[in-house]
Protein backbone atom coordinates (compact mmCIF):
# COMPACT_ATOMS: atom_id res chain seq x y z
CA UNK A 1 0.00 0.00 0.00
CA UNK A 2 1.76 3.48 -1.23
CA UNK A 3 0.82 7.02 0.26
CA UNK A 4 0.55 9.06 -2.66
CA UNK A 5 1.97 12.75 -1.90
CA UNK A 6 5.92 11.73 -1.11
CA UNK A 7 6.13 8.33 -1.91
CA UNK A 8 4.74 8.04 -5.71
CA UNK A 9 4.11 11.51 -6.71
CA UNK A 10 7.05 14.46 -6.06
CA UNK A 11 3.81 16.50 -5.10
CA UNK A 12 4.72 17.58 -1.64
CA UNK A 13 5.74 21.03 -3.11
CA UNK A 14 1.91 21.00 -4.67
CA UNK A 15 0.66 21.08 -1.48
CA UNK A 16 3.11 23.54 -0.12
CA UNK A 17 2.51 26.10 -2.40
CA UNK A 18 -1.14 26.17 -2.13
CA UNK A 19 -1.44 25.89 1.31
CA UNK A 20 1.17 29.27 1.27
CA UNK A 21 -1.49 31.02 -0.96
CA UNK A 22 -4.48 29.78 0.95
CA UNK A 23 -2.60 31.10 4.65
CA UNK A 24 -1.46 34.33 2.54
CA UNK A 25 -4.98 35.50 1.83
CA UNK A 26 -5.48 35.33 5.53
CA UNK A 27 -1.92 37.06 6.45
CA UNK A 28 -0.26 34.20 7.25
CA UNK A 29 2.99 34.12 5.92
CA UNK A 30 6.62 32.26 6.84
CA UNK A 31 5.65 28.48 6.47
CA UNK A 32 8.44 25.50 7.51
CA UNK A 33 8.60 23.78 3.86
CA UNK A 34 9.65 20.60 3.68
CA UNK A 35 9.94 17.37 5.93
CA UNK A 36 10.58 19.84 9.20
CA UNK A 37 7.38 21.49 9.07
CA UNK A 38 4.59 20.19 11.58
CA UNK A 39 2.28 20.25 8.15
CA UNK A 40 4.41 17.99 5.97
CA UNK A 41 2.05 14.78 5.43
CA UNK A 42 -0.80 16.42 7.29
CA UNK A 43 -4.38 15.72 6.29
CA UNK A 44 -6.24 19.56 4.78
CA UNK A 45 -8.42 19.16 7.38
CA UNK A 46 -5.50 19.42 9.86
CA UNK A 47 -4.06 22.35 7.98
CA UNK A 48 -7.41 23.87 7.76
CA UNK A 49 -7.29 23.49 11.98
CA UNK A 50 -3.39 25.15 11.29
CA UNK A 51 -4.91 27.71 9.64
CA UNK A 52 -7.75 28.74 12.32
CA UNK A 53 -4.91 28.37 15.29
CA UNK A 54 -2.93 30.87 13.39
CA UNK A 55 -5.58 33.56 13.23
CA UNK A 56 -6.93 32.79 16.35
CA UNK A 57 -10.75 33.11 15.68
CA UNK A 58 -13.14 30.47 13.87
CA UNK A 59 -13.20 30.23 9.97
CA UNK A 60 -15.28 28.65 7.68
CA UNK A 61 -14.15 25.33 7.58
CA UNK A 62 -15.48 23.39 4.85
CA UNK A 63 -15.22 26.63 2.28
CA UNK A 64 -11.53 27.07 2.99
CA UNK A 65 -10.77 22.77 3.00
CA UNK A 66 -12.66 23.44 -0.52
CA UNK A 67 -10.20 26.41 -1.70
CA UNK A 68 -7.42 24.75 -0.60
CA UNK A 69 -8.10 21.43 -2.47
CA UNK A 70 -8.77 23.90 -5.80
CA UNK A 71 -5.47 25.48 -5.37
CA UNK A 72 -3.55 22.09 -5.02
CA UNK A 73 -5.48 20.96 -7.97
CA UNK A 74 -4.32 23.90 -10.19
CA UNK A 75 -0.77 23.74 -8.92
CA UNK A 76 -1.02 19.58 -10.06
CA UNK A 77 -1.94 20.31 -12.98
CA UNK A 78 0.74 22.86 -13.81
CA UNK A 79 2.94 19.85 -13.70
CA UNK A 80 4.28 16.87 -11.26
CA UNK A 81 6.52 14.21 -11.83
CA UNK A 82 6.66 10.55 -10.22
CA UNK A 83 9.41 9.97 -7.43
CA UNK A 84 12.51 8.52 -8.83
CA UNK A 85 11.45 4.38 -9.07
CA UNK A 86 7.72 5.10 -8.80
CA UNK A 87 6.30 3.81 -11.84
CA UNK A 88 8.91 1.27 -12.59
CA UNK A 89 8.24 -0.14 -9.00
CA UNK A 90 4.41 -0.10 -9.42
CA UNK A 91 5.00 -2.09 -12.73
CA UNK A 92 7.57 -4.72 -11.21
CA UNK A 93 4.68 -5.51 -8.34
CA UNK A 94 1.42 -5.14 -10.31
CA UNK A 95 -0.41 -8.54 -10.85
CA UNK A 96 1.56 -10.29 -8.18
CA UNK A 97 -0.09 -8.89 -5.36
CA UNK A 98 -3.02 -6.62 -4.54
CA UNK A 99 -2.20 -3.70 -4.38
CA UNK A 100 -3.70 0.39 -3.15
CA UNK A 101 -3.26 3.91 -2.21
CA UNK A 102 -3.67 5.00 0.66
CA UNK A 103 -4.21 9.09 1.25
CA UNK A 104 -4.79 11.52 3.42
CA UNK A 105 -6.08 13.67 0.18
CA UNK A 106 -9.15 13.91 -1.36
CA UNK A 107 -10.11 11.79 -4.26
CA UNK A 108 -10.31 14.07 -6.64
CA UNK A 109 -6.87 15.69 -6.14
CA UNK A 110 -4.97 12.09 -6.02
CA UNK A 111 -6.27 11.12 -9.09
CA UNK A 112 -5.41 13.93 -10.73
CA UNK A 113 -2.26 13.81 -8.87
CA UNK A 114 -1.13 10.25 -10.51
CA UNK A 115 -2.33 11.13 -13.90
CA UNK A 116 -0.61 13.56 -14.18
CA UNK A 117 2.37 11.79 -12.96
CA UNK A 118 1.43 8.75 -15.37
CA UNK A 119 1.78 6.67 -12.24
CA UNK A 120 0.25 3.21 -13.55
CA UNK A 121 -3.44 2.58 -13.36
CA UNK A 122 -2.60 -1.06 -11.83
CA UNK A 123 -3.88 -0.55 -8.29
CA UNK A 124 -7.09 -2.63 -6.90
CA UNK A 125 -8.18 0.08 -4.43
CA UNK A 126 -7.77 3.52 -4.15
CA UNK A 127 -8.82 4.96 -0.46
CA UNK A 128 -8.39 8.62 0.30
CA UNK A 129 -10.24 11.06 2.75
CA UNK A 130 -13.98 10.48 2.84
CA UNK A 131 -16.28 10.22 5.62
CA UNK A 132 -16.96 8.81 7.74
CA UNK A 133 -12.80 7.52 7.82
CA UNK A 134 -10.79 9.83 9.96
CA UNK A 135 -7.31 11.53 8.04
CA UNK A 136 -3.98 9.81 9.34
CA UNK A 137 -2.22 9.45 11.89
CA UNK A 138 -6.00 7.44 12.77
CA UNK A 139 -5.58 3.81 10.67
CA UNK A 140 -9.17 4.12 9.54
CA UNK A 141 -7.83 5.23 5.72
CA UNK A 142 -5.70 1.75 6.33
CA UNK A 143 -8.16 -0.37 7.37
CA UNK A 144 -10.32 0.66 5.10
CA UNK A 145 -7.68 -0.33 2.03
CA UNK A 146 -7.30 -3.67 3.84
CA UNK A 147 -10.71 -4.34 3.90
CA UNK A 148 -10.93 -3.55 -0.15
CA UNK A 149 -8.50 -5.99 -0.82
CA UNK A 150 -9.51 -8.66 1.55
CA UNK A 151 -5.72 -8.93 3.10
CA UNK A 152 -5.40 -9.13 6.91
CA UNK A 153 -3.41 -5.86 8.18
CA UNK A 154 -0.47 -7.70 9.58
CA UNK A 155 0.36 -9.31 6.18
CA UNK A 156 0.24 -6.03 4.32
CA UNK A 157 3.13 -3.55 4.12
CA UNK A 158 2.44 0.43 3.84
CA UNK A 159 4.94 2.66 1.96
CA UNK A 160 5.21 5.80 3.56
CA UNK A 161 7.20 9.51 4.08
CA UNK A 162 5.70 11.23 7.07
CA UNK A 163 5.38 10.29 10.68
CA UNK A 164 1.48 10.85 10.50
CA UNK A 165 1.11 8.29 7.95
CA UNK A 166 3.39 6.19 9.55
CA UNK A 167 1.98 5.85 12.61
CA UNK A 168 -1.27 5.33 10.89
CA UNK A 169 -0.17 2.67 8.94
CA UNK A 170 1.02 0.93 12.39
CA UNK A 171 -1.78 1.79 14.54
CA UNK A 172 -3.56 -0.84 11.86
CA UNK A 173 -1.29 -3.27 12.50
CA UNK A 174 0.96 -3.12 9.14
CA UNK A 175 4.31 -3.44 8.30
CA UNK A 176 5.49 0.28 8.30
CA UNK A 177 8.44 1.26 5.82
CA UNK A 178 9.46 4.52 5.98
CA UNK A 179 10.41 6.57 3.20
CA UNK A 180 12.82 9.33 3.19
CA UNK A 181 14.22 11.75 5.03
CA UNK A 182 11.54 12.89 7.89
CA UNK A 183 12.58 13.67 10.81
CA UNK A 184 11.47 11.03 13.07
CA UNK A 185 10.37 8.51 10.56
CA UNK A 186 12.70 5.77 11.51
CA UNK A 187 11.26 5.69 15.13
CA UNK A 188 7.84 5.49 14.26
CA UNK A 189 8.37 2.68 10.99
CA UNK A 190 9.56 -0.76 11.08
CA UNK A 191 12.27 -0.48 8.44
CA UNK A 192 13.68 2.91 6.63
CA UNK A 193 14.77 3.30 3.53
CA UNK A 194 16.14 6.32 1.08
CA UNK A 195 13.80 5.77 -1.98
CA UNK A 196 12.11 3.92 -3.94
CA UNK A 197 15.00 2.44 -5.47
CA UNK A 198 16.64 1.36 -2.85
CA UNK A 199 17.77 -2.19 -2.69
CA UNK A 200 16.86 -2.98 1.03
CA UNK A 201 13.26 -1.88 -0.18
CA UNK A 202 13.35 -4.40 -3.54
CA UNK A 203 14.47 -7.39 -1.15
CA UNK A 204 11.48 -6.30 1.66
CA UNK A 205 9.12 -6.72 -1.45
CA UNK A 206 10.27 -9.95 -2.53
CA UNK A 207 12.34 -8.60 -6.07
CA UNK A 208 14.89 -9.50 -7.53
CA UNK A 209 15.83 -6.13 -9.09
CA UNK A 210 14.23 -2.79 -10.30
CA UNK A 211 15.27 -1.86 -13.39
CA UNK A 212 15.44 1.98 -13.36
Known amino acids: MFDCDGVLVDSERAVFEATV ?41 DEVVHELDSEIRAVVAGGV ?19 AV ?41 LRACELLGVAPEGAIALEDSVPGARAAGAAGLLVVGVGPAPGLGSVADALVAGLCDPELVRLLGLETLEV
Open 102 to 142: ASNGSRETVEATMRAASIPDVFDAVVTLEAPLRPKPAPDIY
Open 81 to 99: RAMDGAVELVRALAGSRPL
Open 21 to 61: AVFARRGIHGLVAGPDSPLYGASIDKTVSELERLIGKPIRF
